[in-house]
């Protein structure tokens, strides 16, 4: 399948360092992708990018073929939904409505209204009066109601309670089933998140490391449980990411391909069971790649 | 064109809440002025062409305050729900001429009408005011300039932040000191408001217009939207 949205060999610098570094990635329409950094690992900056509203130090992002910057129908294809919409805080939720009806051509009145009841926004609020839950609120409803082919999520559910994150989630299954809509969302809860993700595109300072489907990125993640004596023999190996010991018992977080020793390592009674999206990321950005971490 | 039209809509909206209330404010403040000119003449200032004179800061300050927001406002608010810079520098241009002639013409309306209703009731002391079409030209430029300048700090400090914008703020002191009371210069008070050279530093100013809106494009095509 054709992408609808490429950046290809992208850099943001800032002063000295570097936000971005030749990122090279590209995201295929009506797909649902993951942006999973640490924090300061340049999530915020690669969105502003794809959305046009910074230019990269150098490289291309591209829109259906057509370079997004300062290009009309593109940059009002994407929609970027930040965290926090400091432009709107001295406005009404009722003004930010109307602006959003007259500036995004694909605006929808009507779901943004049944939206805005089903979060029970005040219209005549303004958006600095709003609690930080609502603000991310009035954010979806703006991410949702304008059908824009991509649609860029900046931590859409920071201060929402477990309730509304469960809704915001529903709604967006809802919203991609059966569209042609591209999601991009970076997020930092990863495992309430993680079954929504079809691809996952990892960010480490500034590079993006891995952008692959959530299957095979999961594919080769495990957990082996069992005697450390056993385990010890890893002590050192590339694949382990982690490991833990307590009382005689070691758990390593695996990721690599784990066919050659399975067999054995289960007739020694090592316990061998997937390992979380969330741990895998942890494991995957923390500095060192063999973190020993004794507990007694 | 229906981007254009949009944008413009979008400007309106945005803009007339705050336009409605600071003139009525002024209008209110104008008529106050009118009674103390009929009642109490000696309490107030009776030449014609001064007797509204407070409406000419008044307009000035929020005409400044408007270009410091369409800044630091606006634009991120218009790239954030899909403009381009292209849309917004249009938008605001657009919207920077349209105010100031209209906030010109408020001021002749009142300054004319004003002057008519003493004169009707036999308080005017002085000459008439400066002619209809001079008086709303010359404002007009007047806040157009001051629109345009204070978008274009309030884009220094968005874009590049506090230092520059002060750097910025007196280098504007460094220009008015040298070029305020220079021969053939801007200053309208040592000029008769008939003569070609009261007309002449309108045009002037116009021309700074047009210099003042281009620096401001050079500053804004590249402009990045604040990622905070």
């Not at chain 1, 009035?138 to 859409?156: C, M, R, S």
């Amino acid at each position: 399948m054709s992408s609808i949205l490429e950046c290809r060999q992208v850099s943001k610098r800032f002063g000295k360092s570097h936000a971005i570094l030749d990122a090279t990635v590209s995201f295929e329409p009506g797909t649902v992708h993951g942006l999973l950094g640490a924090n300061g690992a340049g999530k915020t900056t690669l969105l502003h990018i794809l959305s046009g509203m910074i230019y990269p130090t150098q490289g291309v992002v591209t829109f259906d073929g057509q370079q997004v910057h300062e290009n009309t129908l593109a940059m009002s294809s994407i929609c970027l939904v930040k965290s926090d919409e400091r432009s709107w805080a001295d406005y009404k939720v009722k003004d930010i409505m109307k602006f959003c009806s007259l500036l995004l051509p694909g605006w929808d009145e009507r779901k943004a209204l049944s939206l805005l009841q089903r979060f029970n926004l005040p219209a005549n609020k303004r958006y600095k009066q709003l609690s930080r839950g609502m603000q991310s609120q009035l954010g979806i409803v703006k991410g949702l109601a304008n059908q824009a082919p991509i649609t860029l999520f900046d931590e859409p559910t920071l201060g929402l309670d477990a309730d509304m994150r469960e809704a915001f989630y529903e709604l967006l299954i809802q919203e991609c089933s059966g569209s042609d809509r591209t999601i991009i969302i970076s997020t930092h809860l990863i495992d309430e998140s993680a079954n929504l993700f079809e691809y996952i595109a990892l960010l480490e300072e500034g590079v993006i490391t891995k952008h692959q489907d959530t299957d095979s990125f999961l594919e080769h993640a495990y957990y082996l449980q069992g005697n450390s004596v056993t385990l010890e023999q890893f002590s050192g190996d590339p694949r382990v990411l982690h490991a833990e010991s307590l009382a005689g018992t070691t758990i390593l977080a695996w990721y690599g391909d784990l066919s050659k020793e399975r067999a054995e390592l289960e007739q020694q009674g090592i316990r061998i069971s997937p390992l979380p999206l969330q741990k895998l990321f942890v494991y995957l950005t923390r500095k060192g790649r063999f973190n020993n971490e004794e507990v007694m | 064109m229906a981007s254009y039209r949009n944008t413009m809509r979008f400007m309106w909206k945005d803009s007339y809440k705050a336009l409605r209330i600071f003139l009525a404010v002024l209008l209110l403040v104008d008529i106050g002025l009118l009674v103390f000119q009929v009642n109490w003449p000696h309490l107030v200032d009776n030449h014609s062409n001064n007797f509204y004179s407070s409406n000419y800061g008044a307009i000035g300050i929020f005409t400044l305050v408007t270009g410091l927001l369409t800044a630091t406002v606006t634009f991120p608010l218009m790239l954030s729900l899909g403009s381009t810079r292209k849309n917004y520098i249009a938008g605001a241009l657009s919207y920077g001429v349209i105010s100031s002639a209209g906030l010109a013409l408020f001021q002749t309306l009142v300054a004319h009408g004003g002057t008519a209703l003493l004169e009707l009731w036999g308080k005017l002391s002085e000459s008439a005011p400066t002619p209809f079409l001079t008086l709303w030209y010359t404002q007009f430029t007047i806040y157009l300039l001051i629109f345009l300048l204070f978008t274009l700090l309030g884009t220094i400090f968005y874009r590049y932040g506090t230092v520059p914008g002060l750097i910025t703020i007196a280098g504007f002191l460094f220009i008015l000191f040298f070029t305020a009371n220079a021969p053939g210069g801007t200053d309208y008070t040592d000029k008769d408001v008939s003569s070609w050279g009261f007309l002449l530093a309108a045009h002037y100013l116009l021309a700074l217009c047009v210099l003042v809106a281009a620096l401001l494009w050079l500053i804004i095509r590249k402009a990045a939207v604040r990622t905070y």
